[in-house]
């Protein structure tokens, strides 16, 4: 086992600043594949992923701060300070903040073990396969869908 409290600057911290950064709390190594912990930080008119659903886990985002915009099995919907969003396997989903203020999300992921795929992605270059990235984890994503958000809220990857 780790530490057994953190604080607000504890964690490894990765990705781009004008992006969406992750800062690692729970390894799901340290209990045992079963829950990993992962904070979002989201700048302003970033978005987190493109559309994707993944087959082994499922997500629970709480938000700390700002707004987060989420589109959801073709649903859209903007979650506050507070709100708890469920995304379960197998749903294509995909989150953003679409406002002008930061914005602050602790993601639980259960079964862990996704996060990993997090810090590669946040130390990728443009230039990765993200479909070939992405299938030994359980995961697809969806780029051409993802375009129409990326125009409408003027949204980046960082």
Partial sequence: ??????????????GPKAGVRDRFLVDSADWGGNLAVV??????????????????EDEFSLILEGRVWFLAEGQEVVAGVGDLVFKPRHEWHTFWNAGDEPARVLELITPGGLEEAFK??????????LDAFMAPYGCEA?????????????????
């Fill in 39 to 56: 904070e979002h930080l989201l700048a302003p008119h970033a978005i987190a992923a493109p559309l994707h659903r993944h087959t082994q």
């Fill in 120 to 129: 590669v992605l946040d130390t990728a270059t443009d230039e990765v396969d």
């Fill in 142 to 158: 969806d780029m051409a869908a993802t375009l129409p958000l990326l125009e409408r809220y003027g949204l980046t990857f960082g």
């Fill in 1 to 14: 086992m780790t530490r057994r409290v953190l604080g607000p600057r504890d964690g490894l911290v990765l």
